[in-house]
């Protein structure tokens, strides 16, 4: 629920708050700024990836399944590693 959150939370944000990132790369520019089209796709790839995580995790069936994608599963296995 929380990725949810965040997702939707990261939409609205990008057109409510001005300047948007791109516009401050335009506005400051570095030898490190990324071109505008990359850092797009970079976010579209993001949220892809978020909503694919999300969907995997309601639609599991078995419980071994949600029990390691959620954050309960992963800590777990981490300390015992």
Same mark, same amino acid.
């Given at each position: 629920?929380?990725?949810l *959150?965040n &997702?939707? =939370?990261n @939409? @609205?944000?990008s057109?409510? *708050?001005?300047p $948007?990132? %791109?516009r @401050? %790369? *335009? /506005?400051y520019?570095?030898?490190?700024? $990324? ?11 993001? #949220?892809?990836l978020? @909503?694919?995580?999300? $969907?995997?995790? #309601? &639609? =599991?069936?078995?419980? %071994?399944t949600?029990?390691? /994608? $959620?954050? %309960?599963?992963?800590?777990? &296995?981490?300390n &015992?590693?």
């Open positions: 629920m929380a990725i *959150v &997702l939707v =939370a @939409i @609205i944000c057109y409510v *708050v001005r $948007s990132a %791109e @401050i %790369e *335009v /506005l520019a570095t030898p490190f700024n $990324s071109k505008p089209f990359v850092l797009r796709l970079y976010w579209l790839g993001t #949220f892809i978020l @909503i694919g995580y999300c $969907s995997t995790l #309601f &639609l =599991a069936k078995k419980r %071994e949600k029990v390691f /994608l $959620s954050i %309960e599963g992963v800590i777990p &296995l981490i &015992l590693q």
